[in-house]
T-cell receptor, first 115, second 113 residues
């Protein structure tokens, strides 16, 4: 079955610190996608990244970077030089199956960035 | 384009009351979904639809019904609300072939007392 585990329930850092959010997944598929979403205090879900399992290269977007390791079934997310605006709940997600095309979400990691 | 919209944004119900949440999308997407989000549990799929006139159960369908009479609308009904249905409800839509990318609505916060 498809499963996403985000073991870190809550992380608190001070502004400008680097922080890594862990995501471990289980999938029966040989090819698959992985996602990260951000949920700021306002409540909406903001799409951050979609990654295809074919591509194991790390991805960098500004202060955000993602480390995908198929060998350990992990898709970790690092924020460099964190800012107060990064305070949010972050979700990692994986498609359920090709029929429903819905997503299975992890339980989320709440990140608090203190000024 | 408005994207995915949800009505209402907030609602308080008494146990046993009924209500309907409306989701509308203007992107001509085939697939639509209803998720619920509870503290510490991420989002869970309630029901989904792969096209107009079709609906199917997700992981947590009990206590909910859905209808997709028009392609752009997906309604979620609670016939007899229970406190366990206190949650934030998200609607999403997607188009087949775009790598499972889902577009989410802003959410509806429902409290059942």
């Amino acid at each position: 079955a498809q499963k996403v585990t985000q073991a870190q329930t809550e992380i608190s850092v001070v502004e400008k610190e680097d922080v890594t959010l862990d995501c471990v997944y289980e999938t029966r598929d040989t090819t698959y996608y992985l996602f990260w979403y951000k949920q700021p205090p306002s409540g909406e879900l903001v799409f951050l990244i979609r990654r295809n399992s074919f591509d194991e290269q790390n991805e960098i977007s500004g202060r955000y970077s993602w480390n995908f390791q198929k060998s350990t079934s992990s898709f970790n997310f690092t924020i460099t030089a964190s800012q107060v605006v990064d305070s949010a709940v972050y979700f990692c997600a994986l498609p359920m199956d090709t029929g429903r095309r819905a997503l299975t979400f992890g339980s989320g990691t709440r990140l608090q960035v203190q000024p | 384009n408005a994207g995915v919209t949800q009505t209402p944004k907030f609602r308080v119900l008494k146990t046993g009351q009924s209500m309907t949440l409306l989701c509308a999308q203007d992107m001509n997407h085939e697939y639509m979904y209803w998720y619920r989000q509870d503290p510490g549990m991420g989002l869970r799929l309630i029901h989904y639809s792969v096209g107009e006139g079709t609906t199917a159960k997700g992981e947590v369908p009990d206590g909910y019904n859905v209808s997709r009479l028009k392609k752009q609308n997906f309604l979620l009904g609670l016939e007899s609300a229970a406190p366990s249905q206190t949650s934030v409800y998200f609607c999403a839509s997607s188009y087949p072939g775009i790598a499972y990318e889902q577009y989410f609505g802003p959410g509806t916060r429902l409290t059942v007392t």
